[in-house]
């Protein structure tokens, strides 16, 4: 059974950072993305990493996320840096099924429960 255990959330600044983190267990090692949802939004896509490492961004979050994985702890991180309050939503970890095609764009796999991300101006 595949598990995802998320954490890092909270309340900060315009300007601000923030570390989210997504631990998965009962499954192998795949790729893993973030997305997130505003009040009244649809889910969009953030940032993935495939197994591989290749990274991949929104637009909008561009030069100021990163994302990284410890394949090691079956671990994957998003960092945020320069915080806006239009990033403010539930983040939520993704995992894709093995031998499964990654279409970041088409969200699938698992989810994690989700962490507010509040930025305020």
């Known amino acids: 059974q595949v598990r995802i255990e998320e954490s890092g959330g909270g309340l900060v600044q315009a300007g601000g950072s923030l570390r989210l983190s997504c631990a998965v267990s009962?499954?192998?090692?795949?790729?893993m993305g973030w997305y997130r949802q505003a009040p009244g939004e649809q889910r969009e896509f953030v940032a993935g990493?495939?197994?591989?490492?290749?990274?991949h961004y929104a637009d909008s979050v561009k030069g100021r996320f990163t994302i990284s994985r410890d394949n090691a702890k079956h671990t994957a991180y998003l960092q945020m840096n320069n915080l806006k309050p239009e990033d403010t939503a539930v983040y939520y970890c993704?995992?894709?099924?093995?031998?499964?095609?990654?279409?970041?764009?088409?969200?699938?796999?698992?989810w994690g429960q989700g962490t507010q991300v509040t930025v305020s101006s």
């Open positions: 993704n995992y894709r099924r093995p031998f499964t095609p990654v279409t970041w764009s088409t969200p699938s796999g698992y």
């Open positions: 990493i495939m197994r591989s490492a290749s990274t």
């Open positions: 009962g499954s192998q090692i795949n790729a």
